[in-house]
């Protein structure tokens, strides 16, 4: 048997405490040997805070440590985006697998069919592979060091997108920026370059002398410039653009939350661009739940703007926004129509459907009404041999029906409507205010025909007029009233959320459209 001869002991080898029975006969290996035999300088705990100055900043500095959180995935992105535009410039790494559910955009650029294209198209004008061939490493090797061992890999590594896209500026005023698939830049010894973002600092650099310069310069600066329209237009085009990748990424967009035209506008765009990188169906729901926290101030502006908001709820597929513009847009038709020609078809077939069903409820709602009448207490009906009075009633009551309820006649056109060869041009029809009038046959009682009216038309014959008649003539035409008022009831109902109290809010047209969850067209 062999026998383990202790190792001398030094001054420097005796470490600080020792346990019992640890230098007894116990091989050692090298690792331990060379940890014991150290300099005297240095304490038994350096081994141990050795391991933690890696991000100890230097000169007051630290090195960079690449973010994994939105907008920049440096570990786990694999989609590089650029939105540069005039100037100014945004820089993101995201997840090619959220953008492709979220965009059929980016579902389709990513595919396998379009990258193999892609790469087809870049093999034919790329160079020949002899000039190439310099310094190409696998991308599945690791560099060697000098002593024939892989660099160990640092934790922060920088991660290599796969596909990379740039937003091309329009050509023309009327085309709009989009991003283009660009193919990720080669160094010189292969693989693709990422352009970093610039490293964080802990202290700001310090001041030099241009610094000061420029410190004077604005002080003694009179004149502050304004941003152009230019600027601000590129800003929305940035901040669209970073809204939509929030969006995909579930955070909450930066959309206006106190005034609600400027909030409209913001929408608007967003919508626009989330259609054209087909991603309505995860923007809409975000652009509904914003627009709806205004409540009655929204409903005012639908109001005050149907067909704008008609074409924002369509794309947002919000079904309270564009059922309440449809309500308005029905009502008031034809008179915007000439604003909704950008909307597909499906949502025109459904107005005109719309206006075709409140016409005929209309039609036959009228026809009812023109042919009330009273009855003797025979059952018969009242007529001017058996009921002269009661007849009266009737009769004075078609004809402020038929007077309210006909579109005026058409003004005459003078001479500067006409053309040159003297035949008088088109005029517009003259809108007619349906709805106020159903409303007031809605309300019934003094609403309409009073009591003014009334004794002013028994007065016509003076034999006939006395107060007993007038009472009675009242008392008829109150009972008329009465029956108007439930003949009509299905015209003034109100579908809006918009409170219109009892005379309509001022509104001439109906707003008894209603919308079922079968007539929305994106169903």
Not at 323 to 348: K, R
Not at 369 to 382: D, I, K, M, N, Q
Request: aromatic content about 8%.
């Amino acid at each position: 048997m062999r026998s383990v001869i202790p190792t001398p002991m030094t001054t420097a080898s005796i470490p600080s405490y020792n346990p019992p029975g640890l230098m007894v006969s116990q091989p050692q290996s090298a690792a331990q040997t060379l940890a014991i035999r150290r300099p005297p300088s240095v304490s038994s705990r350096s081994t141990t805070t050795r391991r933690h100055r890696s991000n100890r900043s230097h000169h007051g500095g630290s090195p960079y440590i690449p973010q994994n959180e939105f907008p920049n995935f440096a570990h786990t992105g694999d989609v590089e985006i650029v939105i540069s535009h005039e100037g100014q410039e945004k820089w993101y790494m995201l997840h090619r697998l959220i953008l492709a559910q979220c965009s059929g955009f980016f579902e389709a650029s990513t595919s396998e069919e379009w990258s193999r294209a892609q790469a087809q198209s870049q093999g034919q004008s790329a160079p020949q592979e002899s000039e190439r061939a310099l310094g190409r490493i696998s991308e599945d090797e690791e560099p060697s060091s000098p002593l024939g061992r892989p660099f160990a890999s640092s934790t922060h590594q920088a991660h290599r997108p796969r596909w990379r896209y740039e937003l091309d500026p329009a050509s023309q005023e009327d085309d709009t920026p989009m991003l283009i698939q660009k193919p990720l830049p080669s160094t010189l010894f292969g693989g693709d370059h990422t352009p970093r973002p610039p490293p964080i600092r802990n202290k700001p650099p310090a001041p030099t002398n241009g610094f000061f310069r420029s410190i004077s310069a604005m002080q003694s600066a009179i004149h502050i410039p304004q941003t152009s329209p230019q600027s601000a237009q590129d800003n929305d085009i940035i901040r669209d653009y970073d809204n939509l990748f929030k969006i995909f990424y579930n955070y909450a967009p930066a959309l206006d939350s106190i005034n609600i035209t400027e909030a409209y506008i913001q929408c608007k765009t967003l919508l626009a661009l989330a259609d054209m990188y087909d991603a309505l169906e995860v923007v809409g729901p975000r652009i509904d739940h914003h627009l709806l926290q205004f409540q009655s101030r929204l409903w005012k502006q639908i109001a005050k703007y149907p067909p704008s908001y008609l074409k924002l709820g369509y794309l947002a597929r919000s079904k309270v926004i564009f059922t309440e513009a449809l309500i308005h847009v029905v009502g008031q038709w034809p008179s915007g129509s000439p604003q909704l020609h950008s909307l597909p078809d499906s949502v025109v077939e459904l107005i005109e459907d719309k206006v075709d069903d409140l016409q005929d409820l209309k039609a036959k709602i009228e026809g009812r009404l023109f042919r009330l009448s009273l009855t003797t207490h025979r059952g018969e009906r009242a007529s001017p041999y058996n009921a002269y009075l009661d007849w009266q009633a009737a009769a004075l009551f078609r004809d402020w029906l038929a007077e309210n309820t006909t579109p005026p006649p058409p003004p005459i056109p003078k001479n500067s409507d006409s053309d040159p060869r003297g035949m008088p041009g088109p005029l517009p029809p003259v809108p007619l205010n349906s709805g106020r009038i159903y409303r007031l046959l809605g309300i019934g009682g003094s609403s309409y025909l009073g009591h003014d009216e009334l004794k002013k038309f028994q007065k016509l014959r003076p034999d006939d007029y006395s107060r007993e008649n007038l009472k009675r003539f009242e008392r008829r035409m109150d009972e008329i009233k009465s029956l108007a008022k439930e003949i009509v009831r299905p015209l003034t109902r109100n579908y809006l959320e918009l409170d219109l109290g009892r005379d309509g809010g001022g509104l001439g047209y109906l707003t008894c459209t209603r919308v079922e969850d079968v007539d929305f067209p994106w169903d």
